[in-house]
Structures are given as C-alpha cells and as structure tokens.
C-alpha cells in the first residue's frame, strides 16, 4: 500500500491543507517565476527534489509519463528543485530530461512553507489549490497508486472544452 495519507502529522503542511504561494523560478535561464497558487483550477502534483537524490532519478519517468498522459485533462506536474548549486540541477536534467515544469526554490522558503523532510517529497492538490496526499520518497511499484490518485482527484472536476 501506498504511503499516501490524508493526513501527515510529522508536516507542517497536510492534507486539507491549502497550498502554499511560493515564489519559485525556473530552472532555465529565462527566469520566469511562478507561484503555486497561479495554477488553481488544475491538479498539481508538487514533487520536491534533488540532483544527489536516488528515488527522484527513479520518480522522473513517472513524472513524465504523468505529465505526457494527464496534462490536457488538467493535470499540472511541477518539480520543485532543491539543490544549493544551479549547475548540480541543470546536469541531472541533462541526464535525465523532465518534460514537465520544473522550477528552483532557491532560497529554500517553499521547503520550509511545505516543511519537507525527505527527498523526494510529493503533494497532490486538487483544482481548489488543497493538498489531498501526501507522500515521502519514491518506489517503483507505487507509480501505479500515484496516477490512479491524480486520475481520482482529475475525475472530480474535469475540464470543459
């Protein structure tokens, strides 16, 4: 069973909880911002992680699949880098790519705003911007659980064309 909780007591941030606005930038050097709450009306799905983090080389190709295959029902996937040195993020991108957003937390507010305490950190928000799951580190065989949520949470208010 996936280790998904509706609540997570050990963080600041919970389900139920509406999501933080955190000032991020992205990770290519056009320094475009963002702020979470900027995507209300979609489900996000929020992934902290790292370039020296083992699961995150792992949790990217669910990320990308999830983006490819959900993101015109309304699935935004939004990866929120942690590492202290820019570079450290741009090479493990170039090893391997995300075709999803990925943006820098550089001064490491938004870490503190979710309290994340392990790596990779993941928050599923529905499209009223409130965290719904809550889940910390990545295995494999829990891909399937993680789409079947985001399908879930997309299933409750599906986007009008």
Not at 52 to 70: A, G, H, I, Y
Not at 71 to 77: A, E, M, R, T
Not at 150 to 155: G, I, N, T, V
Request: with cysteine; net charge negative.
């Amino acid at each position: 069973m996936l280790a998904f909780s509706p609540i997570q007591t050990i963080l600041a941030v919970e389900a139920g909880v509406e999501v933080p606005n955190c000032a991020l930038t992205a990770i290519d050097n056009t320094q475009q911002s963002y702020g979470l709450k900027q995507f209300r009306g979609k489900v996000l799905f929020v992934d902290f992680w790292s370039s020296w983090c083992n699961p995150c080389v792992q949790s990217f190709s669910l990320l990308n699949e999830m983006n490819r295959d959900l993101k015109d029902k309304g699935l935004q996937v939004i990866g929120i880098n942690l590492d202290e040195v820019p570079e450290d993020a741009k090479a493990f991108l170039a090893k391997h790519p995300a075709s999803f957003t990925v943006v820098a937390d550089a001064n490491q507010q938004c870490a503190k705003d979710f309290d994340v305490k392990a790596m990779p950190s993941s928050y599923l928000i529905d499209r009223n911007g409130v965290i719904r799951y809550v889940h910390l580190g990545f295995r494999p065989g829990e891909a399937k659980e993680f789409r079947a949520l985001a399908e879930q949470l997309l299933a409750e208010n599906p986007v009008r064309k």
